[in-house]
């Protein structure tokens, strides 16, 4: 089976742009959650979705959404970026609760 | 707070070599227990996990018990490998979320 998927792999922005990533949960799974990993530090929890449903959310700034499609894939979306949200964005999906796999990662560069 | 603290790296070993390294946890209750592996430009895989007391997560050689009345989860292998090499991550599940330590970067020389 494939595993969590994500797109793009790099991407490059410049301060001020909007940017939306993807995800592709596992088969099966009905939960994403989304993390952000600045360099040398460990994930940060952004947001976990549950059957279209937003059920957690960390403290993170209100330019920061997401949203859960039918078929459990989502999307992050990041507007109005600053430097400081370069970092590699992972999601993850779950079929049992508290064990998640993570996809490969997209990096983001804001400029 | 729920929080995660494992030992600063990195941490250099010569091949075969044994590994210990070293994490705590804040949190009320018994939540979940994880190691995570991130190898150099990759994600992060599970690696290991714990949900109770007592329990010893294994795979790949690594293991890990949960020890509830020292608040520990320390990793151990007992000969590492060149492939070895990369960023462990001590984690615990808590309010529907993943709570991840800092990170320790582990270089294994031949």
């Known amino acids: 089976d494939a595993g969590v998927t994500q797109s793009p792999t790099h991407l490059i922005k410049t301060r001020g742009q909007h940017v939306t990533l993807r995800c592709s949960p596992i088969s099966g799974h009905k939960s994403v959650s989304w993390y952000q990993q600045v360099l040398g530090q460990g994930p940060q929890f952004i947001f976990q979705?549950?059957?279209?449903?937003?059920?957690g959310r960390g403290n993170f700034p209100d330019r920061f959404s997401a949203r859960q499609f039918p078929n459990y894939s989502s999307e992050l979306n990041v507007n109005a970026l600053l430097l400081g949200d370069s970092a590699l964005y992972l999601c993850?999906?779950?079929?049992?609760?508290?064990?998640?796999?993570f996809g490969p990662g997209t990096r983001l560069t804001v400029l | 707070g729920n929080s995660v603290t494992q030992m600063e790296g990195p941490v250099t070993l010569s091949e075969e070599a044994f590994l210990t390294i070293n994490c705590t946890y804040t949190a009320t209750g018994y939540p979940s227990l994880f190691w995570y592996v991130q190898y150099p430009g990759e994600g992060l895989q599970l690696l290991l996990k714990a949900t109770k007391a007592d329990d010893k997560g294994s795979n790949k050689g690594f293991e890990a018990t949960y020890r509830k009345e020292t608040t520990s989860f320390h990793l151990e292998k007992g000969s590492v490998q060149v492939s070895d090499s990369a960023v462990y991550f001590c984690a615990l599940w808590r309010d529907d979320k993943i709570i991840f330590g800092k990170g320790t970067r582990l270089h294994i020389l031949p």
């Open positions: 993850a999906s779950s079929l049992v609760v508290d064990t998640q796999y």
């Open positions: 979705y549950y059957e279209k449903e937003e059920r």
